[in-house]
C-alpha cells in the first residue's frame, strides 16, 4: 500500500511525521521547547486561531501590516473582536517598504509580522526589538529560505505551498509555554493543544501533503546543505534579477531596495502594455508565472527556494533581450 492508502495511526506515516518533525527542527535549530504542528486550513486559518488560541479577551496585540496578508490577519483578529493595535504600517506607500517606526506597547501579548510579503516583493531582513515580547511571524513565503534565530519567536507558521510542499497543510512551529495559554472551551480542530497533545493525528492528517514536506526537507538538508547554503543561493538568485533593475530604468522594482524580498521580485516596465507582451513573450520562451498579482498588477518573479539558478539565468537573458529589442 501506498502512503495514501496506509492508516495515519500505522508506525509507517508515524516515522513520516516524526521524520519531518526532527529536520523541521535541525534545520531551524530548535529544541524541545518548541513543537512543531501539522494542521490543515492554510494560513489563512491562523489568521484565526493564533487570536482565538493566544489572545484573551482583556489583552491586546500588536500587528504590523506590512500588505495584504497582515491585513488580513488583522481583519480576523478584529472579526473575533479581540483588541488589536496596528503598531506600524507601510500602507501610506503601497507597502512598498518594510517599516522602522513601530509603536510597540508594552503589555502586548504578541507582535505579529508577515516576515515575506509574497505580493507586494518586500521581507523583513531584520526582525523588531520587541522587548522580549513573542513574535509571530507568518512566513509562508519564506521559511526555511535562510537562518533565523528562532529566539524572538513564539509562532511562526506556514503555508506548505510555497517552500516546503504541496497545498493542504500548514506548519505551525509554536513555542511551548504559549500552549499553557490555550483556553479549554474552544473547539477541538481550533484548538492548538489538541495537535500538540496528539502529535497532530488527532483526526486523519493530509497524509500525502506531509509526506511530500517530508522530502523537501530531506532535500533542504541532505541534498542543499542546510539553511546557510539554500540562502546563499536565494541571495545570489534574487541578485541576478535586482541587477537588472533602477529607478530610472527600463525595468524598475517596485519595492525600497532595503526591503527586497529574496523570494518574491516585484516590477514594472514602462508600460502596461509593454508588461502584457513581456509576460505573453516570456510564456512562449518557457518562462511562466512573471504576472504580478492581479490586485498590484506589473511582473513578479516567484523564485522560491526550488526555482533553480539555471532557471533564473534563463530569464535574465530574455529580460535582457526583451529590454534591448523594445528600450
Ligand atoms: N500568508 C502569505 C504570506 C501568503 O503568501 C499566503 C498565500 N499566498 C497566505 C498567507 C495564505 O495562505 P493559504 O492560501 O494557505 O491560506
Not at 535541525?26 to 492554510?42: H, M, N, P, S, W
Not at 513574535?135 to 524572538?152: N, V
Request: glycine fraction near 6%; aromatic fraction near 8%.
Amino acid at each position: 500500500m501506498s502512503i495514501t492508502e496506509i492508516s495515519h495511526r500505522s508506525k509507517a506515516f508515524d516515522d513520516v511525521i516524526n521524520d519531518a518533525k526532527a529536520r523541521t527542527r535541525r534545520l531551524l535549530k530548535i529544541d524541545d521547547t518548541y513543537d512543531v504542528l501539522f494542521i490543515q486550513g492554510g494560513a489563512s486559518l491562523q489568521f484565526t486561531m493564533i487570536p482565538m488560541n493566544l489572545l484573551p479577551d482583556d489583552k491586546s496585540a500588536d500587528y504590523i501590516n506590512t500588505g495584504t496578508w497582515s491585513t488580513k490577519a488583522i481583519k480576523e483578529a478584529n472579526i473575533l473582536n479581540k483588541k488589536v493595535s496596528v503598531a506600524g504600517s507601510s500602507e501610506d506607500r503601497n507597502f512598498s517598504y518594510i517599516p522602522k517606526d513601530l509603536k510597540l506597547s508594552q503589555d502586548a501579548v504578541y507582535v505579529h509580522i508577515t516576515s515575506n510579503n509574497t505580493i507586494k516583493g518586500t521581507q523583513w531582513h531584520e526582525f523588531p526589538n520587541t522587548n522580549g515580547i513573542p513574535i509571530i511571524s507568518d512566513m509562508s513565503s519564506d521559511i526555511l529560505s535562510r537562518p533565523i534565530d528562532m529566539k524572538p519567536f513564539g509562532l511562526i507558521y506556514a503555508g506548505a505551498q510555497k517552500n516546503l510542499g504541496p497545498a493542504g497543510v500548514c506548519m505551525v512551529i509554536i513555542r511551548k509555554d504559549l500552549l499553557e495559554k490555550v483556553p479549554d472551551n474552544l473547539p477541538s480542530m481550533l484548538k492548538y493543544t489538541t495537535f500538540s497533545q496528539k502529535n497532530s493525528l488527532y483526526n486523519t492528517p493530509p497524509c500525502f501533503a506531509i509526506y511530500s514536506v517530508q522530502l523537501v526537507l530531506e532535500w533542504l538538508e541532505e541534498t542543499v546543505g542546510g539553511l546557510e547554503a539554500i540562502h546563499d543561493i536565494n541571495v545570489k538568485k534574487a541578485n541576478l534579477l535586482y541587477d537588472l533593475m533602477s529607478d530610472d530604468g527600463f525595468y524598475r522594482g517596485t519595492a525600497a531596495p532595503d526591503s527586497r524580498s529574496l523570494m518574491n521580485v516585484t516590477f514594472r516596465l514602462p508600460s502596461e502594455d509593454l508588461e502584457k507582451q513581456f509576460v505573453a513573450e516570456a510564456l512562449e520562451n518557457g518562462l511562466g508565472g512573471l504576472k504580478g498579482h492581479r490586485s498590484v498588477g506589473g511582473c513578479r518573479a516567484s523564485i522560491y527556494n526550488a526555482c533553480e539558478m539555471r532557471a533564473i539565468e534563463t530569464l535574465v537573458d530574455f529580460m535582457k533581450n526583451f529590454q534591448q529589442k523594445n528600450g
